[in-house]
């Protein structure tokens, strides 16, 4: 902690690249989940058109929408991956070790290539958990759909909670993901950059090598978690001024121009917070799992 720290000082604007690869990995969703609304019955209608979904299952004419929904996710989700592999390697470009090497552009682009590839390796048993539940979300999601079992209840919980079991195996595997992403990453970074292997690592037992890495991860997801939880309170915060100010306008007289400008420069204000609260917390993520590991 004290070395990823440190190598954070040397470089606080870092934090910049931190928060690119905490919004390509999902912190984005996360940033926004306080300013939406979850879909009411109301609202999936109007998403999904009643012929979409019959008694019968799903209509044969919704398919091809569906199939060009699962091409757009794998398109964002590749993009993401290339985005957090890039935020990673630059990172590591800046805050490497005094006397290792620097990347050159053309070298960079090398070793993003081998970061998604490690990346897509570390999610194949998250995509397999995900394939598996996705009978059981799609048949909780229909009865949901077509019975719903509460009104009052937004229909993306009621789904979730359905299917708790499906989506809490999908999550654990997303943290072992998660796992074999940063060891493996990291070894890739590490001989990339001709950075040594820390001191008396040559001679660790496995065992104490396993300790060191599940303490890397234990204070990675708790620096992640403080981060983030920090990020989303600075955004809740912020949110309600501006959404009252905002649906204040349906009313007669509405909000002065004055108000409305001020609340949305505080939001806008809290969210850029937000983000580069999130960024220095993967900042410090990315330092812990690149001075903690042994590859």
């Known amino acids: ?40 019955p109301v609202g999936v209608t109007l998403l999904v058109p009643p012929i979409a979904v019959t008694t019968s299952g799903i209509s044969a004419s919704f398919i091809p929408e569906l199939v060009a929904l ?21 990172a590591f ?40 539940a996705a009978d059981n979300l799609i048949a909780v ?19 979730l909670r359905g299917a708790w079991p499906s989506v809490t195996a999908v999550a654990a595997c997303l943290l072992v993901s998660d796992l074999v992403n940063a060891v493996l990453s990291r070894a890739v970074l590490r001989r990339a950059f001709g950075w040594p292997r820390p001191e008396g690592a040559r001679h660790a037992s496995f065992a104490r090598s396993a300790v060191r890495v599940a303490g890397t991860w234990a204070a990675a ?3 992640t978690g403080v981060s983030l939880a920090l990020a989303v309170a ?5 949110w309600p ?28 204000v809290a969210w850029i917070a937000a983000v580069l609260i999130a960024g220095l917390g993967s900042s410090i993520r990315t330092l812990l799992w690149s001075f903690g590991t042994i590859p």
């Open 70 to 90: 699962g091409v757009a996710v794998c398109v964002v989700i590749v993009a993401a991956l290339v985005l957090a592999a890039t935020a990673d390697a630059v």
């Open 141 to 159: 999601g229909e009865h949901e759909y077509l019975l719903p079992s509460s009104s009052a209840v937004p229909y993306v919980v009621r789904v």
């Open 241 to 268: 001024p501006a959404r009252d100010a905002y649906t204040a306008t349906m009313s007669a007289p509405g909000p002065a121009p004055v108000e409305l400008a001020a609340a949305t420069v505080g939001l806008v």
């Open 234 to 238: 600075v955004v809740e915060l912020a």
């Open 93 to 132: 470009d800046r805050l490497a070790e005094p006397g290792s090497g620097h990347a050159g552009v053309r070298h960079l682009r090398g070793i993003v290539a081998r970061l998604v590839g490690v990346e897509i390796v570390a999610l194949i048993p998250t995509v397999i958990a995900a394939v598996v």
């Open 221 to 223: 997801w708790l620096v």
């Open 1 to 40: 902690m004290r070395a990823a720290l440190g190598a954070l000082a040397r470089s606080p604007l870092s934090w910049i690249v931190g928060a690119a690869g905490f919004l390509a990995r999902g912190g984005l969703v996360a940033l926004a989940l306080p300013i939406l609304s979850l879909p009411t």
